[in-house]
């Protein structure tokens, strides 16, 4: 099955990711930072199923809201490992 892209609002944002002291995960995968109006948004992917986005007021914000996102998913993903893993024994 083909994934669906995802648009993003507003326009691609010019980030020096280097100028600033930003979380492990950002550092790694540097996501992308759009703006629309007051709003910004990291992505890192733009196919629906896969997307991890982060929402602030700022390019800074967005990015930190994102890595808080990818850091709950990591520790979502142990328990839901065990969980399958159980129910195919």
Not at 8 to 17: A, M, N
Not at 19 to 26: D, E
Not at 46 to 65: K, M, R
Request: charge should be negative.
């Amino acid at each position: 099955m083909k994934q669906q892209a995802r648009t993003i609002p507003g326009k691609l944002v010019d980030f020096d990711y280097n100028r600033y002291r930003l979380p492990t995960f950002v550092m790694q995968f540097k996501p992308s930072v759009y703006q629309d109006g007051d709003c910004f948004y990291a992505v890192l992917s733009f196919e629906e199923e896969h997307d991890v986005s982060g929402l602030g007021t700022s390019p800074e914000d967005a990015l930190i809201d994102w890595n808080d996102k990818v850091c709950e998913m990591l520790a979502l993903s142990g328990p839901l490992r065990t969980s399958l893993s159980i129910k195919n024994k």
